[in-house]
C-alpha cells in the first residue's frame, strides 16, 4: 500500500513537472511567429516618409506632448502588473517584479494571436504547475474587467457619436450619464456575481472538471473586485490620455467633449474587432480616422497618431517582454 501511494505520487509530481514543457514550447514559438510577423511588418510599412517628414516640420516644443506619452508608459503597465497581482492573490502569492515579468510576457505571447488571448500562456508560466489552470480563469477575469470598463465608457460615446451629426456631436451630459448607468448596470452585474457563480458551479454535475477552473473566483470578496474594477479603470484613463496627447503631438486638437466621444469610440470598435495584435496598427489607425476623422480633417496625421500610440503601448512592451520570456525557465 505504501509503495502504491509513493508511486502514485511521483506520477502526479511527474505529470505537474512536464506540464510545463508545453508551455514552454508554445512560448517559443509563438515568440518566433511575432518577430517574424513584426518584421514583415516594418519592412511593408510604407508610411516612413509621411512620419519622419511630419516630425522633421515639427516645433521642438511640440516633442512635449510625445515626452508624455512615454511618462505614463511605464504608468500604464504598472497598473497592469498591480491588477494581476491582485487577481492571482488568492491562488499563489507573487510579488510585484513576478507580476511585471508575467504580464510583459504574455504581450509577447499575445502578440500572434487574435485580440490577445495568447497572452494567458505568458502569464501563466510565472505561476507554479498546479496553479496554471486558475490562472487560466484569472486571465479571462482579467480581460473581463478591462473589456466591461471599455464597454462601459465606449457604448454611450458610440451611440451619441452616431446619433449625432457627424463633426458637430453636442454636449449632451444627461444622456451620456444615462447610457452609463445602464451599461454600469447590464455588465457590472455579472462580474459581481462571479464568486456567486463559482458556488453555484461546485454543485453542478459538471464540478469535478470544471471546479480547477473555478475554485480561484469563490474567495474574492467585494472589496476586491471593486478595487481590481477601479485599477482597470485607472489603467483605461491613463491609455486614453496617451492617446490624446498623441494626436496633440501630431498637432490634432480636440476639445475635451469631442475627446470623450471620439477616443472611448475608437479604443472600443478596436477592442471588439477580431484581429491578431500584429496587424493591430492598421485596424488602429483605420478606426482612428473613422472617429477622430469627424473633427479634423488631417487624415494623415491622425493615422500616423493612431500607428504611432499602438508603437509606444504595445512594440516597446513586447520587446521587453520577450526578454523575460526567453529568460524564463520553465
Known sequence: MVRSSS???????????????????????????????LTYKLLTFNQYNELFAQWGKMPVSQFWWLAAVFVLLPVNWLLESFKWQLLTSN????????SIKAVLAGISTGFFTPNRVGELIGRVMYLDAE?????????????????????????????????STVGKVEANTTQYIILLIDCLLIFGLFYFFLPQLSHRFKRSRFSAKIK?????LSDFQLKDLVQIMFVSLFRYTIFCVQFFLMLRFFGIELSCWQAIIAIPTNYLLVT??????????????????????????????????????????????????????VKKRV
Open 7 to 37: 508511486s502514485s505520487i511521483t506520477k502526479i509530481n511527474f505529470k505537474f513537472h512536464n506540464s510545463k514543457l508545453p508551455f514552454s514550447v508554445c512560448g517559443l514559438l509563438i515568440l518566433i511567429l511575432s518577430y517574424s510577423f
Open 212 to 216: 480547477v477552473f473555478t475554485d480561484c
Open 272 to 325: 471588439f474587432t477580431p484581429s491578431p495584435a500584429f496587424s493591430e496598427v492598421a485596424v488602429r489607425s483605420s478606426f482612428a480616422v473613422l472617429t477622430i476623422g469627424a473633427f479634423s480633417g488631417q487624415i494623415v496625421n491622425i493615422a500616423l497618431a493612431g500607428m504611432c500610440i499602438w508603437m509606444v503601448n504595445f512594440i516597446i512592451p513586447m520587446l521587453v517582454g520577450s526578454v523575460f520570456l
Open 131 to 163: 496553479n496554471r489552470k486558475a490562472g487560466v480563469t484569472l486571465c479571462v477575469v482579467n480581460s473581463l474587467t478591462q473589456n466591461i470598463i471599455m464597454t462601459l465608457c465606449g457604448v454611450p460615446a458610440f451611440i451619441l457619436f452616431y446619433s
Open 91 to 98: 491562488v499563489q502569492k507573487i510579488n510585484f517584479k513576478t
